[in-house]
């Protein structure tokens, strides 16, 4: 006998995430994000998560690139430069695809797992952002010109030679 409650819920939830992935591709996460928190009494807002009337349907927002960059531990001098280049990040002025995340990733010499979606590309972009030097970081986030594969090519030695300098220590270690 199976649980149709069960298998209800998860039909709901389903349906709820592909509508949610419609209204993300048409306005934006931020813009969703802002009319989710900001809806009244008529959306999920805080106060109806508070008092638990809709926490069963609340629909678990992802971590922008700024909250990313927010939590993670890194010297103060690399907050500003990873701030700013966040902050694009959430406008889409800064790579604005997956793949061309997946793009710049394979500039610097890391091979990238299969990317599912922005959030998830920042949080592996930001892994390999501070591993590099601060005055290269610094000069990544100067530069306007972020906004796909085909105008990152002036960027590509500046990776490149970001990536040569992380990998000579472990290729000194292999010898």
Same mark, same amino acid.
């Given at each position: 006998? &199976?649980?149709? &409650?069960?298998?209800?819920?998860?039909?709901? &939830?389903?349906?709820?995430?592909?509508?949610?992935?419609?209204?993300?591709?048409?306005?934006?996460?931020?813009?969703?994000?802002?009319?989710? &928190?900001? !809806?009244?009494?008529?959306? /999920?807002?805080?106060?109806?998560?508070?008092?638990?009337?809709?926490?069963?349907?609340?629909?678990?927002?992802?971590?922008?690139?700024?909250?990313?960059?927010?939590?993670? !531990?890194?010297?103060?001098?690399?907050?500003?430069? =990873?701030?700013? =280049?966040?902050?694009?990040?959430?406008?889409?002025?800064?790579?604005?695809?997956? /793949?061309?995340?997946?793009?710049?990733? /394979?500039?610097?010499?890391?091979?990238?797992?299969?990317?599912?979606?922005?959030?998830?590309?920042?949080?592996? @972009?930001?892994?390999?952002?501070? @591993?590099?030097?601060?005055?290269?970081?610094?000069? @990544?986030?100067?530069?306007?010109?972020?906004?796909?594969?085909?105008?990152?090519?002036?960027?590509?030695?500046? /990776?490149?030679?970001?990536?040569?300098?992380?990998?000579?220590?472990?290729?000194?270690?292999? !010898?």
């Amino acid at each position: 006998m &199976t649980n149709s &409650t069960g298998d209800d819920m998860k039909s709901r &939830t389903d349906v709820l995430g592909k509508m949610m992935e419609v209204l993300v591709k048409e306005w934006g996460y931020d813009q969703v994000h802002r009319a989710l &928190t900001h !809806n009244g009494d008529d959306g /999920i807002t805080a106060s109806s998560r508070k008092d638990g009337r809709r926490k069963a349907h609340a629909v678990r927002v992802k971590p922008t690139a700024m909250e990313q960059v927010s939590r993670i !531990n890194a010297d103060m001098e690399q907050l500003g430069p =990873l701030s700013e =280049l966040a902050a694009r990040y959430d406008r889409r002025q800064f790579l604005p695809s997956v /793949i061309d995340v997946r793009e710049f990733l /394979i500039m610097m010499g890391v091979r990238p797992p299969a990317l599912k979606d922005r959030s998830e590309a920042f949080r592996m @972009l930001l892994r390999n952002l501070v @591993l590099l030097p601060r005055d290269q970081l610094e000069r @990544l986030a100067r530069s306007d010109i972020h906004s796909g594969p085909s105008e990152l090519a002036p960027l590509s030695d500046a /990776i490149a030679s970001a990536a040569q300098q992380l990998r000579r220590p472990q290729q000194e270690f292999k !010898n």
